[in-house]
């Protein structure tokens, strides 16, 4: 009796718990989108601003735009066609998509120590070829 009891309040509790556990961790949507803004913010602040910050960005109104950013700003960022210099302010709310590549100063200096060391190998084993 004890066993038929505890199971039944086992499978009870599963199903309490399947019931309304989605419904207690689902966010609303404004928060979800407020979150993803912040997101967008910090990673337009980590990319930079200038020539360099490349970016493509596509809106939630299904725009696309190419360029790099030109001005970081508190609400919005401004990204600057780099063909025709027309600037378009974006605000991060608007945000569907981001792209950018802008290497850190970590990842150059990463890339040319691989390149000299494979220079030396090269060399090395160039060498060790004409000796032989």
């Keep these: 009796m004890f066993k038929r009891n505890l199971s039944l309040m086992l499978i009870g509790s599963l199903i309490f718990s399947l019931a309304v556990a989605p419904s207690v961790l689902?966010?609303?949507?404004?928060?979800?989108?407020?979150a993803f803004a912040a997101k967008v913010k910090a990673g337009i602040a980590?990319?930079?601003?200038?020539q360099d910050a490349r970016i493509s960005v596509k809106?939630?109104?299904k725009t696309k735009l190419n360029?790099?950013?030109?001005?970081?700003?508190?609400?919005a960022f401004v990204i600057a066609d780099a063909k025709t210099g027309v600037t378009?302010?974006?605000?991060?709310?608007?945000?569907?998509q981001v792209k950018g590549n802008n290497l850190s100063t970590g990842a150059t200096i990463?890339?040319?120590?691989?390149?000299?060391?494979?220079?030396?190998?090269?060399?090395?084993?160039?060498?060790?070829?004409?000796?032989?």
Excluded at 67 to 75: A, K, R
Excluded at 89 to 95: I, L, M, S, T
Excluded at 113 to 125: E, R
């Design 67 to 75: 360029g790099y950013v030109s001005h970081i700003g508190e609400d």
């Design 110 to 132: 990463a890339i040319a120590v691989g390149i000299a060391v494979g220079v030396v190998f090269l060399i090395g084993f160039i060498l060790s070829r004409t000796l032989d």
């Design 26 to 34: 689902a966010h609303p949507k404004k928060e979800k989108e407020a």
């Design 59 to 61: 809106l939630r109104n």
């Design 46 to 50: 980590k990319l930079g601003a200038g």
């Design 88 to 96: 378009t302010e974006v605000a991060y709310p608007d945000v569907a």
